[in-house]
């Protein structure tokens, strides 16, 4: 029988700059997306890999679940709204960093965790849920509430938990809501993949043990912390180990990065590599992300 990973957020609309001056492509990307689009292609066939969001009933909404479905995700559990379509983001890029503008007020990925029924039937049998800061920061306290608790009781059946706290302050009507929130889905987490740039910028930390001090506190067994192109924190238990990701010196576009790193590493961790092996599939896989352009790079086999 299948296992499940069950990811769970906000996909968009991406235009993303092309070769030619102001000229742009239209693609689908989301932080929770990308990853699950890319563990898709890098787990075993012993996987299935969900999406759970909300879109519209327009002719847009319609191409991304396709889209979806064409990429061996499933859509099963993704609700559609006719009264509301999906999120827009513009990327600009200088040298290779990447800059964005955002259309999402009216997206219909905030109205994901309404329903908590709809929740518990898509969390049902999964032996791992994924999700984001970004997934709790376009909810409702009274969503977030209600999405935590579906998460609590995947917990408690069994599924391992798996967050990225993504911390983007805009998304947040204030920074000391958004760590609150933060700290409060960490203790419902096993694992947790923070960057350390943003988490030293939002909570203070001092250095990559002190982010791995706060998750585990919170009640995380696991925690990668990610550092850009330095070296990683790696807290499993009381064992700490430093990884020094691949260096890119042809950076292209760092869209994604974290995303696909965290597809990478659990993707190996879920088949059963060891944690050294999985931060290295990690960083392997989000070196050659980088190295093309949007958030979705066909880097073949």
């Not at 069950?6 to 929770?32: I, K, L, R, Y």
């Not at 200088?94 to 219909?108: L, V």
């Not at 984001?132 to 579906?150: C, K, V």
């Not at 204030?174 to 203790?187: L, P, R, S, Y």
């Amino acid at each position: 029988m299948n296992k499940r990973l069950v990811a769970v957020g906000e996909c968009m609309v991406e235009m993303a700059p092309t070769a030619g001056e102001n000229q742009f492509s239209m693609a689908f990307s989301g932080d929770t997306f990308n990853t699950v689009w890319y563990a898709r292609k890098a787990l075993g066939d012993s996987w299935s890999v969900d999406y759970v969001t909300a879109v519209g009933d327009d002719a847009v909404s319609r191409q991304m679940t396709q889209f979806m479905a064409q990429s061996g995700v499933g859509t099963d559990h993704i609700v559609r709204r006719p009264d509301a379509t999906v999120g827009l983001y513009l990327i600009e890029l200088e040298e290779g960093e990447r800059h964005f503008s955002y259309w999402r007020g009216q997206s219909a990925a905030r109205g994901l965790a309404d329903d908590a029924a709809h929740l518990q039937n898509a969390f049902d049998g999964a032996q791992v849920v994924y999700f984001s800061g970004i997934t709790l920061a376009i909810l409702t306290p009274e969503a977030r509430a209600t999405f935590l608790n579906a998460v609590a009781s995947a917990r408690e059946n069994g599924a391992l938990v798996c967050f990225d706290p993504n911390l983007r302050p805009r998304l947040w009507a204030n920074a000391a809501d958004m760590c609150a929130a933060i700290t409060q889905a960490a203790a419902h987490a096993d694992i947790a993949l923070p960057s350390f740039e943003d988490e030293a910028w939002h909570f203070g930390d001092s250095d990559l043990a002190a982010t791995a001090d706060r998750y585990q506190s919170a009640g995380v067994d696991l925690v990668v912390v990610k550092n850009g192109a330095g070296q990683m924190l790696v807290r499993q238990g009381s064992e700490n180990s430093h990884h020094s990701p691949v260096q890119v010196t042809d950076v292209v576009d760092t869209t994604a990065a974290g995303d696909s790193f965290n597809a990478g590493f659990l993707s190996a961790f879920l088949d059963g590599a060891p944690v050294a092996e999985a931060v290295e599939k990690g960083s392997v896989l989000a070196g050659k992300v980088i190295q093309g352009h949007g958030a979705l790079v066909d880097i073949g086999s």
